[in-house]
């Protein structure tokens, strides 16, 4: 084992030291809802024992406390515990009806779903036996001293997390004006200073980048004029550029070149309508909701002209020569080509359902003849309820006799049907939407829709046949009123904000680390559903939910106080901290910032090498740096240095951006007066490049001191040193006074190397 | 490292604060890690679910396929094979992958993949673990195993590829834009023209590791310390890369398969990687089953046969692993659009370092049902064989590879009791 390799296993499982510890908490009685609902109850009875389930009649009945509002969960749960107990108080030839049922026998509806001798079977046998007086086993107590879930973390100081947020959300360092405002005001400073930030367009660019993160709508395949856009109903407006009076423009390779570029701007125009909207309703402070009950796309000039409504709308623009400003609009019914293809609308006009109904949404999302909407359905769920169906599927003990022994597994196999009552009946709310391909997005199934499925509805109620026409308005509004929206949207801006998506509760319940999981899971749960529940309460305000998570524990948190080495307690803390990887736009946005101009290398295969997503196949970032991101770092580094060292001395002091506080001439050793100049000039280097305050007297510059110092003591003693700096790291402007780059005692070159070395930090390179 | 070199770095580490007995002194300063020599471990995943049928398993019988017959089923050894020279698309037909790799091929029929849909299969037979998100792919647990500190450890280019935060995954979607950061202490990749001066850059690295030391004796939480020593690890390893410029091709080719093996080969035999995931999609035959399989197992097969082979031109063969697999299987019947579904019943095949060919284990019955099969005696054994699915397999991956008692393994427990794992699987 190489050396890194052996210093990073060492930290994965060194856990021994002589410091004070932080030990971890006891787990509380809470043994139904911690065991016996989360083991067995939601994992493999709610999914058929509740209303809209396939044992809705049967005398077990349960509710699921996620779909209720926060108030009424603790009676939910008692409900809950209630039906259990009952249950499990029943006998059958002398033996608990709970656990023959759950073994298949009886003729249980949804066969076996317990192995016997399972871990999940002996939590409910045991449970079974505590409610018939014949358990042994005490549940665990309540530990009297357990500490808060935070106890030994340290959070970061209200100055900090003013700067995380601000480069996080609006890509720029804080004003002086704004650390003002923390410095007097504190931590309540954070929700106004917050609320002007979210008024910025740099705030707004990373909302849409972050909720395509999420959405992914800009990964539509081919050219969205054609995918979105179909022949049958746009075909003689969606090309509307090759036609565009540009004979103002003699020259022929110029014409051709802006016919070009405008095709180019239609394009991305129309692909960022979805995130527009997600834009338009935070702007405007509107419902959040509206992302599943907008009665109106965002469409801007250029896209406009596409849907053939530009003369309609123009006057809704600032800029009708603008392919990006963006207004929100109805379309109209649409009409095809042939009287089959127009669309049905009691009002005329589209059934605008926020992004649910959006081209580009059901283009990115598409269907084919098997696959029946489920896709869509799927991705439904999981984007607006953060419910994944697919995600922990249950093994079946023969998937393969399942689908051979019914003639339709979906509706009639009970390990089938438990998926599938959920799932098909809101792919039939898509039913209407059915092309494929290049074929377009709207249009009605010929022969009707499937027979051999779950009929169209949500959750256990119908579609009414005269709400068909506007069946995704029908979900929307479902969805919206339904109290996991609220958590998924919550969910969404925490993954926005860190990267990664919230915690999912442990599974593994042999797992030793079982009760520690499940309470940084408890833990993070409680914190969603608290912000999830101002959301809801305030208007569903989405600017609420950053402010919430901002201030909240989860995103302040630095560091630890003391050493947590226990590993019950390093399972705990395993998620905590933000330790983000800045994904390559934020690199750029960072550099930008601190710098005041881009690296501008991070794009197209550099980009995709260092993490980035294309939104179609590659959709995850990269949550830790390869081998290749650590030489692209190098580079940007070595780059970003080179650039801005020998630039910002060549400005007068006032203005620079690094090196106020120094002259080249002053040397290390020189005086003391001259090391204490140095060590200023570092501690602002320090604030300004990795966010640190570190006293001029402290270990961490004296660090950088000595690099400093070093290589100018270095550069004293060799041979052959050039008395300028680096050719290509010189100022570019020959006019310019400092173009020389006059280095002969290779301060300059030393203070690159500083920048150098802090922007390989962490500190720098994570959030 | 010279005499003379060890007396400056020594000097250098007391001058940053660094005690001599930090782990990270033998590299960081300009010494890039050593290469890693192999085995090299090749994951190919037929993305979106193969018609084994028209493979390694074929049936010919009871409708199942409709391009050949049971009396047209070819052999090669102890392998039996569909016949797809006729009605292949390109790429490489069973007869000629069979008659170049059968003898050195093993292959498993009558997997269980357990369940039917994409995402929690991809995610099975990445991992060996149905219920948990948590799990790294034998791709990745192998590359932390065997050599994390490989600045292209674990590579992919799709399918399911979550790492258990073990190792760092790299993604290269053009090898020659490697070439732009291999060198990233010299300005425009010149070596001539470095943005520093030898000395300058040996202090910035000194000075880091003696960060990253001192950081190390402070409490940290766990996603700093994994994230700080992860990216510690990635700088200083990322010198490494210079090695892979060397055998970067001047013409890449066109196939996709091929495209992926060679950024995979050039890693391995620049000793800058330990595994790599490559993968193909639109496998999922829901309409037109035999056209599609007929364009795409060719292609796939092609693909694997050009790893195999330009690892023996750069003469590496012998140290590769290759394991090849898909997410599902394909229904025995057709459905009305002449596609295939979904079924969780299928194959995999292996061959290389350790691996005796000329084997077909396990079985499907004449409805492509699994048969069950004795994981001790390494028969099917109808009354009393298990249901062989990806957990056993895994477990048997992780053996080969030596890396089953491995702390990182063993903290990605696969469940299969000493008894039920497959013995002798290998050989």
Request: glycine letters at 8%; proline letters at 5%; hydrophobic letters at 35%.
């Amino acid at each position: 084992m190489t050396a890194v390799a052996f210093l990073i296993a060492f930290s994965l499982f060194a856990d021994e030291s002589a410091k004070p510890r932080v030990r971890c908490a006891g787990v509380a009685d809470d043994s139904f809802e911690r065991d016996v609902w989360a083991k067995v109850g939601v994992a493999k009875c709610l999914t058929c024992h509740r209303n809209g389930g396939d044992a809705e009649k049967s005398a077990f009945l349960l509710t699921d406390p996620r779909k209720t509002a926060d108030s009424a969960r603790d009676a939910v749960m008692q409900g809950n515990r209630a039906a259990f107990a009952k249950m499990a108080a029943a006998k059958e030839r002398d033996q608990p009806r709970m656990l023959l049922k759950a073994v298949g026998d009886l003729d249980h509806g949804g066969e076996q779903v317990l192995g016997k001798g399972s871990p999940e079977y002996r939590v409910l046998a045991d449970f079974v036996r505590r409610v018939n007086g014949q358990s042994t086993k005490t549940p665990p107590a309540i530990d009297p001293k357990a500490p808060p879930f935070f106890h030994g973390v340290t959070m970061l100081d209200d100055r900090r997390v003013l700067r995380r947020a601000t480069l996080s959300l609006a890509g720029r360092l804080p004003t002086d004006a704004e650390f003002a405002a923390v410095a007097k005001e504190g931590r309540s400073a954070l929700p106004r200073l917050l609320d002007d930030l979210m008024k910025e367009d740099a705030f707004f660019d990373r909302l849409r980048e972050g909720f395509n993160d999420v959405f992914l709508t800009l990964g539509v395949d081919g050219n969205p004029d054609q995918t979105c856009l179909s022949y049958e109903h746009f075909e003689k407006t969606r090309h509307w550029y090759a036609k565009h009076d540009l004979s103002h423009i003699k020259d022929k390779d110029k014409r051709q070149h802006e016919e070009w570029k405008i095709a180019r701007e239609y394009r991305e125009a129309l692909l960022g309508e979805p995130m527009k909207l997600i834009e338009h309703i935070v702007r405007h402070d509107r419902p959040f909701t509206e992302i599943v009950t907008a009665d109106y796309i965002m469409v801007s000039p250029y896209t406009a002209r596409g849907y053939g409504m530009f003369d309609e709308v123009k006057g809704k623009f600032k800029n009708p020569n603008d392919p990006f400003e963006y207004a929100p609009v109805k379309l109209k019914a649409l009409k095809g080509r042939g009287k089959q293809e127009n669309q049905d609308s009691a009002t005329g006009f589209y059934p605008h359902a926020g992004i649910l109904s959006t081209f580009q949404y059901l283009t990115r999302y598409p269907t084919t003849e098997t696959n029946r909407n489920r896709l869509r359905a799927r991705m439904f769920y999981l984007h607006f309820l953060g419910v994944d169906v697919l995600e922990l599927a249950a093994r079946v003990s023969d998937a393969a006799a399942a689908t051979a022994k019914y003639k339709t597994p979906t509706m009639e196999a009970a390990e089938c049907v438990v998926c599938h009552k959920t799932l098909d009946p809101v792919s039939g709310l898509f039913q209407d939407y059915w092309r494929f391909a290049e074929q377009g997005v709207y249009g009605k199934r010929k022969g009707g829709w499937f027979a051999d499925m779950f009929g169209a509805g949500f959750e256990g109620e119908d579609l009414p046949p005269k709400e068909r026409w506007r069946s995704l308005q029908w979900l929307g509004e479902r969805t919206a009123r339904d109290p996991r929206f609220a958590v998924a949207m919550t969910e969404h801006v925490y993954y926005i904000l860190t990267g990664r998506k919230v915690l999912l509760p442990p599974k593994d319940f042999d797992d030793s680390l079982y009760a520690a999981r499940l309470r940084a899971y408890s833990e993070q749960r409680k914190q969603t559903e608290a912000i999830a529940a101002r959301f809801a309460n305030t208007g569903f305000n989405l600017k609420q939910v950053f402010k919430d998570w901002i201030v909240s524990d989860f995103y302040r948190v630095d560091g630890l106080a003391t050493e947590a080495t226990e590993p019950c307690r390093r399972a705990e803390l395993d998620d905590v901290g933000i330790v983000r990887l800045l994904a390559p736009e934020q690199l750029e946005r960072k550099v930008t910032a601190i710098f005041g101009e881009p690296w501008g290398k991070l794009q197209e295969h550099t980009a995709m090498l260092y993490g980035g997503i294309d939104s179609k196949e590659v959709t995850d970032r990269a949550a830790d740096p390869s081998g290749a991101m650590g030489a692209i770092q190098r580079a940007i580094s070595n780059d970003v240095a080179c650039k801005h060292t020998a630039r910002d001395f060549a400005s007068p002091g006032a203005k620079r951006k690094l090196f106020p506080r120094i002259e080249p001439e002053v040397l290390p050793g020189a005086s003391p007066d001259d090391d204490r100049r140095i060590r200023e000039q570092i501690s602002f280097l320090h604030e300004r490049i990795l966010g640190r305050h570190d006293d001029p007297g402290s270990a961490e510059v004296t660090r950088t001191f000595d690099l400093f110092a070093g290589i100018v003591n270095d550069a004293k003693g060799r041979k052959g040193i050039e008395g300028r700096e680096t050719y290509h790291c010189r100022p570019h402007d020959k006019d310019d006074p400092g173009a020389s780059a006059d280095d002969k005692r290779y301060t300059i070159r030393a203070w690159r190397g500083v920048v150098t070395y802090l922007l390989r930090r962490p500190e720098f390179l994570y959030e | 490292m010279s005499v003379s070199y060890r007396r400056d770095f020594l000097k250098l580490c007391g001058l940053a604060g660094l005690g001599f007995a930090a782990p990270f002194r033998a590299r960081g300063v300009d010494q890039p890690n050593e290469p890693y020599e192999g085995p090299y471990y090749v994951v190919f995943n037929a993305s979106g679910g193969w018609d084994t049928t028209y493979l390694m398993d074929p049936k010919g019988i009871g409708g199942i396929n409709r391009l050949y017959k049971e009396g047209d089923i070819l052999t090669k050894g102890a392998h039996k094979f569909a016949p797809t020279r006729k009605h292949a698309q390109g790429g490489m037909s069973n007869e000629e992958f069979f008659a170049e790799f059968g003898g050195e091929l093993l292959t498993f029929n009558g997997l269980d993949y357990s369940v039917n849909n994409h995402s929690p299969g991809a995610r099975y037979m990445a991992t060996g673990k149905l219920d948990s998100l948590a799990y790294p792919t034998f791709a990745a647990l192998v590359a932390a195993c065997r050599g994390s500190s490989c600045p292209l450890a674990f590579l992919t280019f799709g399918n399911y590829s979550a790492t258990g935060n073990l190792v760092a995954m790299s993604r290269v979607p053009y090898l020659p834009s490697l070439k732009n950061i291999a060198l990233a202490d010299s300005i425009g990749g010149n070596p001539k023209a470095g943005y520093h001066d030898d000395f300058v850059l040996d202090r910035i690295e000194a000075t880091l590791g003696a960060n990253n030391e001192a950081r190390r004796t402070q409490p940290r939480l766990p996603r700093a310390e994994r994230g700080e020593n992860m990216l510690y690890g990635a700088q200083v390893n990322s010198k490494a890369l210079q090695r892979v410029v060397q055998y970067i091709p001047k013409n890449n080719p066109k196939e996709r398969l091929s495209q992926q093996a060679e950024i995979a080969l050039a890693s391995f035999k620049a000793g800058v990687c330990v595994s790599a995931n490559l993968s193909i999609g639109q496998f999922d035959s829901h309409a037109n089953n035999d056209k599609d399989q007929m364009k795409l197992i060719p292609e796939f097969l092609a693909g694997i046969a050009y790893l195999v082979r330009r690892a023996a031109d750069l003469g590496i063969r012998d140290l590769l692993v290759v394991v090849i697999q898909s997410e599902m299987g394909r229904t025995p019947d057709y459905n009305k659009g002449d596609g295939k579904d979904h079924w969780s019943i299928g194959s995999a095949m292996f061959l290389g370092r350790g691996i005796k060919g000329n084997r077909v284990l396990g079985a499907t019955d004449e409805k492509q049902f699994a048969v069950p099969f004795d994981p001790k005696t390494q028969r099917i054994d109808r009354l009393n064989g298990d249901r062989i699915r990806p957990e056993h397999v895994h477990e048997a991956l992780r053996e080969l590879a030596g890396i089953a008692d491995h702390p990182l393994a063993k903290k990605f427990p696969l469940g299969v009791s000493d008894e039920r794992k497959l013995r002798g699987f290998w050989s």
